[in-house]
């Protein structure tokens, strides 16, 4: 049976016999959404637990504190109100008793770090959003998850004898300060879909949590120049990058993007971004240039990082001064003014990166159940984390207008309906292919789920340099121009050589319809897949070198 999802006259074929919502059939403890075991919170400045006796009207009480759990329509709606407790976090238990038999996979909080993978129950995995459960005998998905954008920062924890879901309602690394309000934390969803296989089964399930995903108008693809300037580039060279992008894609009606990755501004990652430094100049011009030679502009910006020495000392962030708070109004009205520059010059694509690490001081990789420090807080305290993050990515997307946004270093489940392509993986390399190979093969993988249901998934670049043997790279090429997600190339002209131009124009041919599908087979037991489903077909993507992982070159211990 072929089933067709559409959004946005994106149509996507659901390659399984049958997908449905069902009575809950193989996990018939995982869904008692009514009756939670244990609700407990941790509130005040001196982090006291409070357990909350069972409640069977859903409503849990303690003093100023009130937490309510209210289903309808197979969803559990968390709100959370006080008027003068800090509170940070509220832990809900439920009764669902995993089987043995069956693959649990977790999300990450922003990008995945080449570690995303199907495994044993584990209680010490945090699973950022939702995780899935996989019975592969039964061909039998359940899905547990939180739908998108929730105002509180959620992430679950499996064991053998139930299931907690944490909402971290801190104000950064505090307890929010309410003041009476209440506060949507979260919506809970679970589903069940029986004959089918994980992958499909995982993306009807993102689909189910993102009602409301926008895409672009026309599929995104073509260059970025970090992969081999690294942030070293100029005007001139960002022309040339457009002519030869524009000569691979010579012929196609839709137009490649020229992104300009970082380096146009006068600080290494950071602004005043009012301006390009000297060997860019005028970004307006330069941006209509570009469209001269047949490219769309895209650039790349990191908002909360900026050392213009006019800005107050009220916008700065209480845990890092070198990075803007954007709980404060004028923050956002900066960003937003920003935001609007760059379209103004004439960018079509704007990708934003940073936001997570400038908010929270830390990588997805490093980011457990507790996303930052104890002991700091927002200036505006009576704002969630998450409602903080939301914000920023609300002012962005109002500010941008009919641009394309790209996230970089965003939360997923937080960006999902306010950014059309998100960045779901960590670097690739235009230097050591065995970063392509772990974060970018893994994400591919394992993210694919969330691709035209979240947004378009881009794993990141191919890196065409000197330094990356083309016989992996080109594989990497193939795998990305027909995944159906967006593809992105980093090289200077006159590096690829003359042999290897025919498989890049093709791979951009394919890329600028996207109309391809691309699915992991045996993920299950790889995290770096080599089956897969192409349009049906079956076909086999090598990976590794004749031997293997490099274990002995000089990152291998730090990729």
């Known amino acids: 049976m072929l089933l067709n999802m559409e959004y946005d006259g994106y149509r996507i074929p659901c390659m399984c016999e049958k997908i449905m919502i069902l009575a809950m059939k193989l996990f018939p403890d995982l869904f008692h959404l009514t009756k939670p075991i244990g609700v407990s919170m941790i509130s005040g400045d001196d982090n006291t637990r409070t357990v909350f006796p069972h409640s069977d009207s859903g409503i849990y009480q303690k003093d100023d504190v009130s937490i309510v759990l209210e289903n309808h329509q197979n969803q559990m709606h968390i709100r959370i109100s006080a008027d003068t407790t800090p509170l ?17 996979y977790g999300d990450d909080w922003e990008r995945g770090y080449g570690t995303l993978c199907w495994g044993s129950i584990t209680p010490e995995k945090h699973m950022p959003w939702y995780f899935l459960c996989y019975d592969e005998a039964a061909r039998t998905l359940a899905g547990y998850g939180v739908m998108v954008r929730p105002g509180a920062m959620c992430v679950w924890h499996a064991d053998g004898e139930g299931v907690t879901l944490y909402l971290d309602v801190r104000s950064g690394g505090m307890g929010v300060l309410l003041g009476g309000r209440t506060l949507d934390a979260a919506t809970v969803i679970c589903r069940e879909y029986e004959n089918t296989d994980a992958f499909w089964g995982g993306h009807r ?9 926008i895409f672009p108008k026309e599929p995104v693809y073509g260059s970025n120049n970090w992969y081999y300037a690294y942030g070293k580039s100029s ?17 196609l009606s839709n137009r490649p993007y020229m992104v300009i990755d970082d380096g146009w501004h006068d600080n290494p990652t950071a602004g005043p971004w009012d301006h390009g430094n000297p060997k860019f100049g005028d970004m307006g011009k330069l941006a209509s240039e570009m469209k001269e030679r047949g490219v769309k502009p895209g650039i790349w910006i990191r908002f909360l990082h900026d050392l213009d020495p006019q800005i ?19 923050v956002l009205d900066y960003v937003r003014v920003t935001a609007k520059r760059l379209v103004d010059w004439g960018y079509t694509l704007i990708k934003h990166d940073y936001s997570s690490f400038d908010m929270f001081g830390y990588y997805g990789m490093s980011m457990k159940t507790s996303i930052t420090n104890r002991g700091w807080h927002f200036r505006d305290r009576t704002k969630t984390s998450a409602e903080v993050v939301l914000g920023f990515y609300r002012a962005i997307r109002e500010a941008a207008g009919d641009a394309v946004l790209i996230g970089c270093n965003t939360f997923s489940h937080l960006c999902a309906g306010l950014v059309e392509v998100n960045r779901t993986g960590d670097d690739t390399s235009g230097r050591y292919w065995d970063r392509t190979r772990k974060m970018g093969v893994n994400t591919l993988a394992f993210r694919m789920m969330q691709n035209r249901a979240f ?27 027909r995944s159906g997600s967006p593809l992105f190339m980093s090289s200077a002209k006159g590096v690829a050589a003359a042999e290897m131009l025919p498989e890049i124009k093709e791979a951009f041919a394919y890329n600028a319809e996207q109309k391809d599908i691309l699915v992991p087979v045996d993920w299950i037991n790889d995290i770096c897949p080599h089956i897969w489903l192409l349009n049906g077909e079956e076909i086999r993507f090598d990976w590794y070198t004749e031997d293997g992982f490099d274990a002995l070159n000089p990152i291998g211990n730090m990729i």
């Open 88 to 104: 940070s976090w509220v832990m809900i238990r439920f009764p669902m008793q995993l089987p043995t038999t069956a693959r649990v």
């Open 205 to 213: 399930f993102c689909c189910e949590m993102c009602p409301d995903p």
């Open 312 to 330: 107050p000392d009220e916008w700065k962030s209480l845990r890092d001064a070198s990075v803007l708070d954007p709980s404060v109004p004028e």
């Open 455 to 481: 947004y378009m998934a881009d794993a990141d670049c191919i890196g065409i340099t000197e330094l990356v043997p083309w016989e992996q790279n080109r594989v990497w090429l193939k795998a990305l121009s």
């Open 235 to 251: 005007h001139d060279e960002i022309l040339t990058d457009s002519e030869y992008i524009s000569e691979l894609c010579e012929g």
